[in-house]
């Protein structure tokens, strides 16, 4: 399921956000749906982007637990968990085996629970 643009065609990801705060959701669906509008970058690309993101900024759980939103995202452009798996590896390198250890166990049960 691709979608032209990852943020303003995901209805779910919008609700999910407007269930944080609907001020905060509002306001992350314009900015965040701009951005994801620019047309140089695929939108599995920029999946990806953010979830090397998240590895560095250790989002994996919290409201709307970003990185499980952002394999989520991932995986409705295209990428496949293998692909997820290599970037989580090639980010050791930039972010630091601790950070990814954890993000592997997200990453585990997000597919746990979403089989």
Request: charged share 20%.
């Amino acid at each position: 399921m691709n979608y032209k643009n990852a943020v303003l065609d995901d209805h779910d990801l919008q609700a999910g956000l407007v269930s944080i705060n609907p001020k905060f959701g509002d306001f992350v669906t314009r900015v965040a749906g701009e951005a994801w509008g620019l047309p140089i970058i695929d939108q599995k690309t920029k999946a990806l982007i953010t979830i090397a993101v998240d590895v560095v900024n250790q989002d994996q759980s919290g409201p709307g637990n970003p990185f499980g939103a952002h394999i989520d995202m991932a995986l409705k452009q295209g990428a496949t968990r293998e692909e997820i798996e290599e970037l989580l590896l090639f980010m050791c390198v930039y972010a630091g085996f601790n950070k990814v250890a954890a993000c592997f166990g997200a990453l585990n049960e997000f597919f746990a629970n979403h089989p």
